[in-house]
Structures are given as structure tokens and as C-alpha cells.
């Protein structure tokens, strides 16, 4: 019977949350730190490519679940890229690992301006658990000029998505 | 019956591990280990290591499922390669020689691993590294030879939200004839961060070797400094960490399930999987503070206890996921395009899976059904009704059913557990002693090994994690081998092994 379904379908609840408000102190943070570079405006739309400079891969599995249709991602304007070539954002997570380096310096390369760097989770912020180490160089702004940083360990997918978002809005804030 | 390895490896000195015997053998009986290991195939290697002085190996004797380890002096001249005997310890040898400075003599391949000469010292984990300043070299590949072969070179950054390794492929067509990995590239040195600190500070990278299996790894280290301590965790400690085991399974498994259909263009149940193991990530942080459980275990117990309401949020959570599987597995098996791409895909033969010693869904899709939680010593498990769901079939497809089987077990785990939650405390207290333990936990991709020894203060003199991947990976260039190009991204999600568990 198609009936009972489409009323159940009409009657559901969507699958997807609520967009989350974004606290005030990132948006004011932000903008100051953005406030010296002068860039284009780019709307409200954001191109991601995520690199994992060498994490425990704990920071990939939840940007992984930022893609979840609990999320929805797309529809603040934000999609993951397959190649740096088409992205504004590099969403880098993990350590600055020595191996890592040279492959993170090709990516930022290849992204075209006006671009942004965001370090995601503890490692990319400061090195985290693995400061100190022989094979690291602390946190990726050791290797890339980064622009926003998320910090957890790793960080929800809601603390991800706040960060993006305050991304935007600083950015279509400036005009 | 003990076999020539057995006996030869029994005849050394006992050093007083606990639960199983270490025992230290001079160069010379070491020396017969390579060709005893040839006469005597049921004892599997399961890891080699190192440490300043000594390089250790363990050993899992099939048919009785117990373990030993052997050791044998290394600094100062070149220990015999078991690689001639054991093809598993081919990239424990490479390692073992950059990290440690030993030198495996009569080795399959000595070939640089982790260190890519980016670091600026080598041999970081010896007694004296040396300190290094030169130019990263070339990696070398091993040659193909053959008409019209060409190589594809992916990575280390791929095109998914992935962690990053490099994969050489030799291509005839469309046909891989070889695929050859090279990773490291996540290498923290966690070790060096570890050694000479207390088990209490060292759970933390336990914790973060690889965060899928952040409750495996952290139960191995914490059961082995327990075992080299003398310390048995309270029954509620064991059961939150049981507890803690199936529910990061749960939503592993879900995970690679949806990636494995999305890999084969078929968004939709990787639309629902990604949605039930949402539900699941809530529940669990609701029971427990953190999504995936990181810092929970520690050792001599458990830290905070299940949350009030944490009970309840689960065993919802996983009612939306046991409802759901049986339409998700109709919709699995129904579409013939889908079927299509992984029946017969990335077959692992059952001989490869037993000489490496494959843990996990890769080894019980492929006939080898080694499961560490049957160990005697896997408190709470013996306790607790579940079975071991093993296939032949060897492909993509039966490594997706092992996991959706291992699903349902797991659900039904988690039921009987919280049903059966003994009161009382979280915590024993650790005595600050020298001591030397060794432990298996099964987590999600099979059992991570960790063997740790102490010094009189209670700090770590020497350890090493042993993450299942290790002899998985190796497993995934066979597997490939003679698939499409395109079938590669398939046959690795059905593996889905991990980079930074093997990076250190
Ligand atoms: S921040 Fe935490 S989760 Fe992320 S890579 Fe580092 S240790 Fe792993």
C-alpha cells in the first residue's frame, strides 16, 4: 500500500539537525585574525579538501561523520573536494609529521587563492599528545600559514561545523 | 605435541613474563629458529620487535591458541631473519632496522620503511641514535618486468577523507600485476614519547595509535602493564571495557560497511550505515563523554563510570540498528550491480591468510578463525554467550558478511553485558614495581598485541604495540593482484587496515 507510506513520510521528522548557532567569541576571534589579510569574498559557499598530515586517524573519522545525513553538509554551502586544485579550505588534521612535510607543501600549492588553512583537532593545532617528537614538528602551522584553528581531540563533528560556519560568516561579513 | 620451533624456543631461558613465557635464546639457537619455523607451520609469527638490546618475537601456536615469546641479543652483531621462515616479518625486519639499528642477516627485504630520511636522526629508538642531515632519498620500488606494464603512483594524499600512504601499482591494461605499498608517512614516534615514563601517562598514545581501535589499543597496554604487575582490574571495570570493545566494533563495522557500498556507487546504505552509527556515536557519548570512547580505559580499570541514562541511550541506539540491518542486507544482496563488484573481488587465498596469520574479518573471511577474546584470560568473555562467525570464501563479499555478522553478536554482546553489569569499583591500584606482561585484545580488525617490560620504578623500559594491520596489509597486495585498477578503492575498504596503527 503506497498510502500509509507517504503519510508516514510526510509526517516524519527529517533526518538532518539543526543548523548549530555559532558562539559569538569564534565569529569576534576570527575576524580579527582575518581582519589584516584583505580576500575576496567567495559567498556562501566553501570547497573543502581535508589532508591528514599523519593523525591517529580518530580526526578522520569524524569528518567522515560531518558528511553523515545527520549533518547535511551541503546545505550551508559546504562540500568535500577530491583534489586541492578545486578547494578554498584545506582541513588539515594530525600532527605536522616530517613525512608529511614536502606532500603538505605541494597541496597548498595547488590551491588556487584566495585559500584558507584549517588545523583541525589538537594535533594540527599545537602537535597535541605528540609535541616533542623526534618525527613531528608540533602543529601544521609549522609547514602552512593557517588560518583557523578547532580544537578537540579529536573535535565533534558539531565543533567542526561551527568552525566552518564561522569561516563564512566572517568572510561574507567583511563584504 | 610440541614441534622443532616450540621446543627450540622452550629450551631458552624463561624471563618471567606474564601470562606467557618469554624466553631468551643465545645467537646460535636463534640462529636454528628460521629453518625449526619451516618444519613446524602451525606456529604463526604474530609480531618482532625490538628493543636497545634484544630483539623479541611472538609466537601463537594455532591448534592450542597459546602464545610465546622469544628473544634474542641483537646490538652489537646481526640477528638471523625469521622472513625466510614467516613472510610476516618482512616489514617487522625493516622496521626493527631503522627504528632500533638491528640488523636482520639472511633478510627478504631490508629496504627503507618508516624512516624516509626526513627526521633528523636515525636508529631513534637505539641506545645512541646517530644524528642525521642529508636529502630525503628516492623510494625504490621493486621492478616488474614484463610487455606493456605501467605504473600508477597514488598518494600519500588520496582523494577521500582517508589517512595518507603511497600505493605503486604495476598495470598491464587494466590488470593489476603488482601493487606495492609504502607507508610511514604518519610516523610519530609515539614510542620514543612513551619509553621511560609510567603506564598512567603512556595510555594516552596507547589511546591514539590508531583512533578507530582507541579501546582495543588502550585494553592491550593496560592489560599488559596489569599482567606485569600482578593486577586483576574489578569485574565492573572489565565489563565497561567489554562493554566499551563491542560498541567501537558496532561502529567500525557499520562504518565499512556503508564505505563499501558507497566505493561500488551505492550511496544508500552508506547513507543509512552513516546514520545508524551516528545514533550509536550520540548513545555512546552520552553513556561515556567522549564519541569514541579515547582516555576511557586506563590501567588497573576504567575512568568515569557508564553514565545514569547511558544504558538506556545504547540499547536504543542499537535497536534502530538491529531493526534496520535485515533491509539494509535484502538491499545488499538484492542488486545485482552491486553484488556484481564485490563477489569474487580482492580474493584472499586461505593459505596466505594462515601464513601471515590474519586476524580479524580478513583472516575469518578467509578461513583462519583466531579470535582473541576465546582466550581464557579475556575476562569478562568467557562469562558472555557469542560466536565466531568464519567464511572461506575470501573476497570483498565475505569480508562485508563477516562484519555485518559480527554486527549482531556484538549487539547481542552489548545486551547481555549490560544485563549482567556487576557493581562496584573501577579502579585497582598499581603497584610501582618492575614487572613484564604481554596482552591480545580483539578490536574491530583483530588482535592488537602489546608487550610491555617495567623497571624497578614502575616506568616503561621497553614496549611495542603490535596493531593488527601489520599483517593485514601485506595481505591487501596479494589480494589486489590480477583485479581492475578500479576494484582497488573496494578491496582496501574491505580491509580498511590502518596507517598510523602501523606507522608508529
Ligand atoms: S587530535 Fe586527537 S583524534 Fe585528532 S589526530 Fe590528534 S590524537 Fe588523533
Given at each position: 500500500m503506497l498510502w500509509p507510506k507517504l503519510a508516514r513520510a510526510l509526517f516524519?521528522?527529517?533526518?538532518?539537525?539543526?543548523?548549530?548557532?555559532?558562539?559569538?567569541?569564534?565569529?569576534?576571534?576570527?575576524?580579527?585574525?582575518?581582519?589584516?589579510?584583505?580576500?575576496?569574498?567567495?559567498?556562501?559557499?566553501?570547497?573543502?579538501?581535508?589532508?591528514?598530515?599523519?593523525?591517529?586517524?580518530?580526526?578522520?573519522?569524524?569528518?567522515?561523520?560531518?558528511?553523515?545525513?545527520?549533518?547535511?553538509?551541503?546545505?550551508?554551502?559546504?562540500?568535500?573536494?577530491?583534489?586541492?586544485?578545486?578547494?578554498?579550505?584545506?582541513?588539515?588534521?594530525?600532527?605536522?609529521?616530517?613525512?608529511?612535510?614536502?606532500?603538505?607543501?605541494r597541496a597548498l600549492a595547488s590551491t588556487p587563492e584566495p585559500r584558507w588553512v584549517v588545523a583541525a583537532g589538537d594535533c594540527a593545532v599545537d602537535g597535541g599528545v605528540f609535541k616533542g617528537s623526534y618525527a613531528v614538528e608540533n602543529g601544521i602551522a609549522a609547514v602552512l600559514p593557517v588560518d583557523l584553528l578547532i580544537p578537540g581531540c579529536p573535535p565533534t563533528p558539531a565543533q567542526l561545523l561551527e568552525g566552518l560556519l564561522s569561516l563564512l560568516e566572517t568572510e561574507s561579513a567583511k563584504k | 605435541?610440541?614441534?622443532?620451533?616450540?621446543?627450540?624456543?622452550?629450551?631458552?631461558?624463561?624471563?618471567?613474563?606474564?601470562?606467557?613465557?618469554?624466553?631468551?635464546?643465545?645467537?646460535?639457537?636463534?640462529?636454528?629458529?628460521?629453518?625449526?619455523?619451516?618444519?613446524?607451520?602451525?606456529?604463526?609469527?604474530?609480531?618482532?620487535?625490538?628493543?636497545?638490546?634484544?630483539?623479541?618475537?611472538?609466537?601463537?601456536?594455532?591448534?592450542?591458541?597459546?602464545?610465546?615469546?622469544?628473544?634474542?641479543?641483537?646490538?652489537?652483531?646481526?640477528?638471523?631473519?625469521?622472513?625466510?621462515?614467516?613472510?610476516?616479518?618482512?616489514?617487522?625486519?625493516?622496521?626493527?632496522?631503522?627504528?632500533?639499528?638491528?640488523?636482520?642477516?639472511?633478510?627478504?627485504?631490508?629496504?627503507?620503511?618508516?624512516?624516509?630520511?626526513?627526521?633528523?636522526?636515525?636508529?631513534?629508538?637505539?641506545?645512541?641514535?646517530?644524528?642525521?642531515?642529508?636529502?630525503?632519498p628516492q623510494p625504490e620500488f621493486l621492478p616488474v618486468e614484463g610487455e606493456g606494464i605501467h605504473q600508477i603512483p597514488v598518494g600519500p594524499i588520496h582523494a577521500g577523507v582517508i589517512e595518507p600512504g603511497h600505493f605503486r601499482f604495476s598495470v598491464q591494461g587494466e590488470v593489476v600485476v603488482r601493487l606495492e605499498q609504502r607507508l610511514g608517512y604518519t610516523h610519530k614516534g609515539a614510542l620514543s614519547l612513551m619509553l621511560g615514563t609510567s603506564p598512567r601517562a603512556a595510555v594516552r598514545y596507547a589511546a591514539r595509535l590508531s583512533g578507530d581501535t582507541t579501546v582495543a589499543h588502550s585494553w592491550a597496554f593496560s592489560a599488559a602493564v596489569e599482567a606485569a604487575l600482578g593486577v586483576t582490574p574489578p569485574p565492573r571495570a572489565l565489563h565497561l571495557r567489554?562493554?566499551?570493545?563491542?560498541?567501537?566494533?558496532?561502529?567500525?563495522?557499520?562504518?565499512?560497511?556503508?564505505?563499501?557500498?558507497?566505493?561500488?556507487?551505492?550511496?544508500?546504505?552508506?547513507?543509512?550505515?552513516?546514520?545508524?552509527?551516528?545514533?550509536?556515536?550520540?548513545?555512546?557519548?552520552?553513556?561515556?563523554?567522549?564519541?569514541?570512547?579515547?582516555?576511557?580505559?586506563?590501567p588497573g580499570g576504567v575512568a568515569p563510570d557508564i553514565a545514569p541514562r547511558g544504558a538506556e541511550a545504547i540499547l536504543a541506539a542499537l535497536d534502530a540498528v538491529e531493526a534496520e540491518i535485515p533491509s539494509l542486507m535484502q538491499i545488499y544482496e538484492a542488486h545485482a550491480s552491486l553484488q556484481d563488484r564485490v563477489v569474487t573481488t580482492g580474493y584472499l587465498r586461505p593459505d596466505l591468510a594462515c601464513a601471515f596469520a590474519a586476524g580479524g574479518h580478513v583472516g575469518r573471511a578467509s578461513g583462519r578463525g583466531f579470535d582473541a577474546r576465546?582466550?581464557?584470560?579475556?575476562?569478562?568473555?568467557?562469562?558472555?554467550?557469542?560466536?565466531?562467525?568464519?567464511?572461506?570464501?575470501?573476497?570483498?563479499?565475505?569480508?562485508?558478511?563477516?562484519?555485518?555478522?559480527?554486527?549482531?553478536?556484538?549487539?547481542?554482546?552489548?545486551?547481555?553485558?549490560?544485563?549482567?553489569?556487576?557493581?562496584?569499583?573501577?579502579?585497582?591500584?598499581?603497584?610501582?614495581?618492575?614487572?613484564?606482561?604481554?596482552?591480545?585484545?580483539?578490536?574491530?580488525?583483530?588482535?592488537?598485541?602489546?608487550?610491555?617490560?617495567?623497571?624497578?620504578?614502575?616506568?616503561?623500559?621497553?614496549?611495542?604495540?603490535?596493531?593488527p594491520s601489520w599483517l593485514q596489509w601485506p595481505l591487501l597486495e596479494a589480494a589486489i593482484e590480477d583485479n581492475i585498477v578500479a576494484d582497488f578503492q573496494l578491496c582496501n575498504k574491505s580491509f580498511n587496515c590502518s596507517y598510523s596503527g602501523v606507522d608508529l
Open positions: 516524519a521528522k527529517p533526518l538532518t539537525d539543526n543548523a548549530p548557532l555559532v558562539p559569538r567569541e569564534t565569529i569576534q576571534a576570527l575576524g580579527e585574525r582575518l581582519a589584516a589579510t584583505s580576500r575576496a569574498r567567495l559567498g556562501r559557499s566553501l570547497a573543502i579538501r581535508e589532508v591528514d598530515s599523519g593523525s591517529c586517524n580518530g580526526c578522520e573519522l569524524e569528518v567522515n561523520a560531518l558528511q553523515n545525513v545527520a549533518y547535511d553538509l551541503e546545505r550551508f554551502g559546504l562540500r568535500f573536494v577530491a583534489s586541492p586544485k578545486h578547494a578554498d579550505v584545506l582541513l588539515v588534521t594530525g600532527p605536522a609529521c616530517l613525512n608529511m612535510r614536502e606532500a603538505l607543501e | 605435541m610440541m614441534g622443532p620451533a616450540s621446543s627450540l624456543i622452550r629450551s631458552g631461558n624463561p624471563q618471567g613474563a606474564k601470562p606467557c613465557e618469554r624466553f631468551l635464546l643465545s645467537p646460535t639457537a636463534w640462529g636454528q629458529l628460521p629453518a625449526a619455523l619451516q618444519q613446524e607451520t602451525e606456529l604463526a609469527l604474530l609480531g618482532l620487535w625490538a628493543d636497545a638490546a634484544q630483539v623479541h618475537a611472538c609466537f601463537l601456536h594455532e591448534p592450542s591458541a597459546e602464545a610465546v615469546l622469544a628473544s634474542t641479543p641483537a646490538a652489537g652483531w646481526n640477528y638471523a631473519a625469521l622472513s625466510p621462515a614467516r613472510p610476516g616479518a618482512v616489514r617487522f625486519e625493516r622496521m626493527i632496522l631503522e627504528l632500533w639499528g638491528h640488523h636482520a642477516e639472511g633478510a627478504v627485504d631490508l629496504r627503507p620503511w618508516l624512516d624516509h630520511g626526513r627526521w633528523n636522526l636515525r636508529h631513534p629508538l637505539a641506545a645512541k641514535p646517530i644524528p642525521f642531515a642529508g636529502e630525503a567489554a562493554l566499551m570493545l563491542e560498541l567501537e566494533r558496532i561502529h567500525n563495522h557499520l562504518n565499512d560497511w556503508g564505505f563499501v557500498c558507497n566505493d561500488a556507487a551505492f550511496a544508500f546504505p552508506h547513507a543509512r550505515c552513516g546514520f545508524l552509527r551516528e545514533g550509536v556515536l550520540r548513545a555512546i557519548a552520552a553513556a561515556f563523554g567522549h564519541r569514541l570512547m579515547m582516555d576511557r580505559v586506563l576465546r582466550l581464557p584470560q579475556s575476562q569478562p568473555y568467557p562469562t558472555l554467550r557469542f560466536d565466531v562467525p568464519v567464511l572461506e570464501a575470501g573476497d570483498v563479499d565475505a569480508r562485508v558478511r563477516i562484519r555485518v555478522l559480527e554486527l549482531g553478536q556484538s549487539i547481542a554482546l552489548v545486551r547481555q553485558i549490560l544485563a549482567s553489569l556487576p557493581s562496584g569499583e573501577l579502579m585497582a591500584p598499581l603497584p610501582v614495581r618492575a614487572g613484564e606482561g604481554v596482552a591480545m585484545i580483539e578490536g574491530f580488525r583483530g588482535e592488537c598485541l602489546h608487550w610491555i617490560s617495567l623497571d624497578d620504578g614502575g616506568l616503561i623500559r621497553a614496549l611495542f604495540p603490535r596493531d
